[in-house]
């Protein structure tokens, strides 16, 4: 199975961000992680290759940083990497970074592609399913569990509220990953040597503008959210803080 | 292109989603701001009863859109039920509630339609003649107002929780109600689905707790749990836990909390070392009250939370765990 996994580098999680001067997006110096529910996407695909063997190809689109997330994957074991370089790729909208992925693997013939279920910046949960319906692909989304048919594939969709539904599909079929599908592994350091040699195809921006369009929404003005409730901040030191919750548990809250 | 609204409610085996009152409360609100006109409809296969129970309401009037093909659901029969409605009657908005099912067909019938989709809203603004919608990003650390900058259909989604369910106005008569068939052409289904199930019985039901302890990654490794777990039993509560916990293996699935988990609201919700993604919220933001210790000042949880601690849990909940017993000793 020839597997492609697109990935993203989102700010890491504990990272405190600040806006920029116009107000419409965070300053870029904070430090990067590679998007939790995509590094889930990459160990299915690294497990599925051990069982039915082929090949990994990771994608992602951003700056020069962006790069960090494929020597990541290549060292843990994918095969070969397609880097979107340029700083343009980060203010695309969903739409638009399907369309620029969809352009830049044109040559190429997946019978797998798999995303994280959505990202930790923007949130969309939409990128994977736009870039199916590109493709013309079927899809199915947040999922949990992936077998190898005779006819194609079953995968365990989860639903809301603790339910699950298997879906029979053919191939080639676009899935994004839910986290916890499987457990991470780490990069070995044979791994990490390896990855150096491994192949980074770069693509740029004007490889694949004919492709994209006007983004058709836009960020008008980023904020800190208002509070829409008065929280009453404890300090001091832990036993104070200890005491000081008790209180508030038997004379406010009345639990105690 | 018509001034309407078209609000597209969620049903699932003959039963409306309760998300889908949310929606149409979101839908008569931006109608009275926007003087359009709302409209509602229901997508599946024999779902005229439903459409009769949403046109109690206050709307202009209600589709039952009626295949058997869209039954049961599938992300290539709903697209393409939905394109051919939504093409024919050109409403301004779109509207629909942020589920798995919403989420799994949107963005391919926005593309099919050369559309987008705002999607997970948490509210609305009007911005002169323009309307913005409100999401969170960075997981809710921060909010953006978004506006679309292509021509309408513009497709909304709203969040669990956003709008009240119970707002919802009702109509001062019954409205029309409309079965439009639609044509969904033989093999363009490709998924087939098999029956929905649940993973295994759910041995804590966690709904019926009045305390809730509940851990997040700030607990660091699985062998500090039990310190979570002497908290709560020194409060007589439930112990929880979001989502990486229970993938980690840690704590079992039925005590996850959000929305793959369960969704609960009890007297006190204690959030330990919980930085609150969205999908945690959603499953807790209905707690009486919430307290959140946490080492991040920045941390979303805070933004719910009525009594809030920065610090290091590992410090606190040891002596806090000695006063409760103390407190309930005394009492």
Redesign the interface.
Known sequence: MKILVCMKQV?Q??A??K?NESGTW?REDVSYEVNEPDAFALEEALRQKEKHSGEVVVITAGPARAQQVLREALAKGADRAIHLEDNAFVSL???NT?RAFAAAIKDEKFDLIFTGLQS???????????L???LGW?????IMQIEKTDGGIRVK??????????????LPALLTI???INKLRYATLIGIKQAKNKPMRKVMLAEVQSAIG????????????Q?????????GP??E???K??E???N????? | MADSILVIVEQREGKLNRVSWETLTAGQALAAETGWTLEAAVAGSGVTNLANEIAGKKVAKVYALESPKLEPYTPDAFAAGLKQFIASKQPRLVLMPHTYQVRDFVPKLTTAMERTAISDCIGYKKDGARLLFTRQMFQGKLAADVSFTCDAPWFVTFQNGAFRADKVEAGSAAAPVETVNVEIADGIIRNKPQEVFKEAKQAVDLTQAEIIVSVGRGIKEQKNIELAKQLAEALGGELAASRPICDSGWLPMDRQIGSSGQTVAPKLYLALGISGAIQHIVGMKGARTIIAINKDSEAPIFEIADYAVVGNLFDIVPPLIEEVKKAKAGA
Do not use: C, W
């Open positions: 700010p999680k504990d405190p961000l806006l965070i909208d969903a739409s399907a930790d910046d923007y949130g969309y949960a939409q990128t994977g399913v736009v199916a319906e590109l079927p899809h199915a989304t947040i969709r989860e639903l809301e509220a603790g339910y699950f539904q298997f879906v029979d599909m053919p839910q986290s916890g006007a983004n058709m929404q836009k960020i008008e003005r980023l904020y800190v959210p509070k829409t409730k008065n929280t009453e901040f404890l300090e832990p036993a803080v200890a005491k919750l008790v508030k548990l038997r406010e809250v009345r639990v105690l």
